[in-house]
């Protein structure tokens, strides 16, 4: 009797301290004032999910946007490295309808308007890897890599071979790493890479003691810089699916080569994420060559994360949308959307901009494809054209506005891209760029199939309400 007394006091112990815990962590969630559909999708689940739904919050749910991974001085400082050089500090002249646009990312981020740049774009793998071995193999200086998924699998071999050659042969070669990206890939794999003088560093480095909201915030970008003179950013990561594809198609994904002065602002961002991982300060001139003219783009590479005050990308985009006149083409894996940005694309379609909106018809991530979904009938009701991607996964973060703003590089249209994760987008003004932009798009249009507001409400019963649940959770998605 004395062992079933106390053991049933144990039991009403933990069951006490589990609600003062669980309340506890309500109020913290409340009291963070964030938005009140993210308070409200936590708050159910610390309700509907006892103990698991606490374990869930402290896996992704702690709010770090007042924490600093880098000073504002020491970012003042690197920053200045890119635009205070006066090779690069020359009167531009952006098009009109986007000057607005120009100066908010400056002025949010920093982010200055760069000239001089050539762009080539790769929407496929393939491509774009081919692309990268070639400006590998030519580095004589210094090789800057950052990846969120780097693999040891076919590509990823490849990669690290040529990395461990340049390094042997006296260039500089340093790689980041996303943690929780790559960890499919062997601890080994990235020894091996550092014992042969590749400096290596992964970000936010994931230990089990301090398993909490590192999982949550994730470098996401993929940056490239060679010699301070050609950069590679988008969508691709370093892995064999990206050129062979997925089981159901062909993996459809969107990625640019810069050559010209705006490598400096890409130079910058790995920089800063270098110091920030490894607190590591560099800034010699070497990094930042004087350059000629390459091309006749004008480019903002702009940089957001969980830490700042601001939404720097979903801000630009916010800005970019309202600002369209005539056509807003937009391609996306996910689309979970804020409110903000969902009430922008509707108001756009309903005074006459031609709004386009393109999706993969299968996903490689089952509950956020689900509550991407439950979108779909507010956009469609306010006159937007979807498309359903059908060749495979379309992976392609592409928007074009207008004839001359193209926004590509990192960023999906959802949350977890705007609100958790480091990104980086370039914003591109060029009428000759929009235009080769348009052409993917278009032909992207024929591997797709457009959805009417007729089929879409024939949806069962059932699907509607997943669709609805999980959309509940989408904030946290």
Known sequence: MNTLHTADNLILLFQILYVVT???TMIVVISENRNPLKTISWVLILLLLPLVGLIIYYFFGEDNRKQRLISHKMYKKLNRRSIGRKDLLE??????????????????????????SDVVFYSNGKDKFEALIVALEKAVKHIHIQYYIFLDDHIGCCIRDILVRKAREGVEVRLIYDDVGSWKAKRKFFKDMQAEGVQVQPFLKVAFKFLTSRVNYRNHRKIVVIDGEIGFVGG??????????????????????????????????????????????????????????????????????????????????????????DCIYIQTPYFVPTDSLLLAIQMASMRGVDVRLMIPRHSDTTFVHIASMSFLKEVLDAKVNVFFYEAGFLHSKLMVIDSSLIITGSANMDVRSFEHNFEIDAFIYNDETCRSAKEIFFKDMERSTLLSPEEWDQRSRFQKFKESVMRLFSPLL
Do not use: C
């Open 91 to 116: 009167t531009l002249n952006p098009p009109v309808e986007h000057r607005g646009l120009v100066n908010l990312l400056n002025r949010l981020k920093g982010a200055p308007l760069y000239g001089g």
């Open 236 to 325: 691709m990561n370093v892995a064999d699916r990206y050129i062979d594809g997925v089981s159901f198609g062909i993996w459809r994904d969107s990625h640019i080569k810069i050559e010209g002065k705006a490598v400096a602002g890409l130079q910058t961002a790995f920089l800063i994420d270098w110091y920030s991982s490894r607190k590591e300060f560099l800034a010699s001139d070497s990094y930042y060559p004087s350059l000629d003219n390459k091309g006749d783009n004008l480019i903002q590479l702009v940089t957001s994360g969980p830490v700042g005050p601001y939404k720097d990308i979903h801000l630009g985009i916010l800005q970019a949308i309202s600002n369209a006149k």
């Open 22 to 24: 669980a309340l506890g």
